[in-house]
C-alpha cells in the first residue's frame, strides 16, 4: 500500500529563515509526487511535482523539493520565509490513477 | 478561467436529512474525485471517475453516492447524513487519471451535520 508521512504537523519559523518540509513516502517503485499549498477557506494549490525528470524539483514562489531515493523522501525547502507562505502543506504520492495525501503541516511565520 | 466550482459553498443539515453536494469544471478534464478533508487526516479519497461514464469507491466510499452526469460535472450525495460526514469536502478533476497528472481542486463545501 502506498502512503506518505509528513512528520511535524506544526512548524513554525522567522521571516526571512529557511523553511523546510518533510515527506517521506513508502512505494515499491519510484511514484509521482506532489507538494500542494492550502490556504484558508481555499482549496489546494499545487506548487511543485517530481515526475523523474530531475531530481530537484523547481515550483512557484521559490519553494523546491528535491527528490532522494535512497531516503524515499520530498522535502520542500525555501530559502527565506514570507509572511504571505503561512499556509497548511500537503505532499501526495501518486502510484497509478489516485492521490494518497499526507496529513499536512501547518508553517507558521513569525514576523 | 473559473477551473472546479463547488457549491453549496456552506450546509449545515439535520441527522437523516440527504443532500447532494455539486462540482463542475471547465478544463475539459476527463478525471474527476470527491475527497473530504478532516483534522489531523488530510485528504481521503471518497469517490473517483476516470472518465465519464465510470465511477470508483476511493478509500471511505461508505454512506456516499456519485453520478458523473457529463464530461464537466460529478456529483457526490448524501442519502441519509450522519454526524461523522461533518467535513469539508473537495472536489478536484485532472486531465487524465495518470500518476503524472496533478489534480486541480475546488474551494470545498463546508459541511456541518447536527
Known amino acids: 500500500a502506498q502512503s506518505v508521512t509528513q512528520l511535524g504537523s506544526h512548524v513554525s519559523v522567522s521571516e526571512g529563515a529557511l523553511v523546510l518540509l518533510r515527506c517521506n513516502y513508502s512505494s515499491s517503485v519510484p511514484p509521482y509526487l506532489f507538494w500542494y499549498v492550502q490556504y484558508p477557506n481555499q482549496g489546494l494549490q499545487l506548487l511543485l511535482k517530481y515526475t523523474s525528470a530531475a531530481t530537484l524539483v523547481k515550483g512557484i514562489n521559490d519553494f523546491e523539493a528535491e527528490f532522494k531515493k535512497s531516503e524515499t523522501s520530498f522535502h520542500l525547502t525555501k530559502p527565506s520565509a514570507h509572511m504571505s507562505d503561512a499556509a497548511e502543506y500537503f505532499c501526495a504520492v501518486s502510484p497509478g490513477n489516485q492521490f494518497y495525501f499526507g496529513t499536512g503541516t501547518s508553517l507558521t511565520v513569525i514576523p | 478561467n473559473a477551473g472546479v466550482t463547488q457549491t453549496p459553498k456552506f450546509q449545515v443539515l439535520k441527522t437523516g436529512q440527504s443532500m447532494t453536494l455539486q462540482c463542475a469544471q471547465d478544463m475539459n478534464h476527463n478525471s474527476m474525485y470527491w475527497y473530504r478533508q478532516d483534522p489531523g487526516m488530510g485528504l481521503r479519497l471518497i469517490y473517483y471517475?476516470?472518465?465519464?461514464?465510470?465511477?470508483d469507491k476511493g478509500e471511505v466510499p461508505n454512506g456516499y453516492n456519485v453520478s458523473r452526469l457529463n464530461k464537466r460535472e460529478f456529483s457526490l450525495r448524501l442519502e441519509s447524513a450522519a454526524p461523522s460526514q461533518t467535513s469539508v469536502y473537495f472536489c478536484?478533476?485532472?486531465?487524465?487519471?495518470?500518476?503524472?497528472?496533478?489534480?486541480?481542486f475546488g474551494d470545498g463545501t463546508r459541511l456541518s451535520i447536527l
Open positions: 478536484a478533476s485532472s486531465i487524465q487519471g495518470r500518476s503524472n497528472q496533478p489534480q486541480h
Open positions: 471517475s476516470a472518465s465519464e461514464g465510470t465511477t
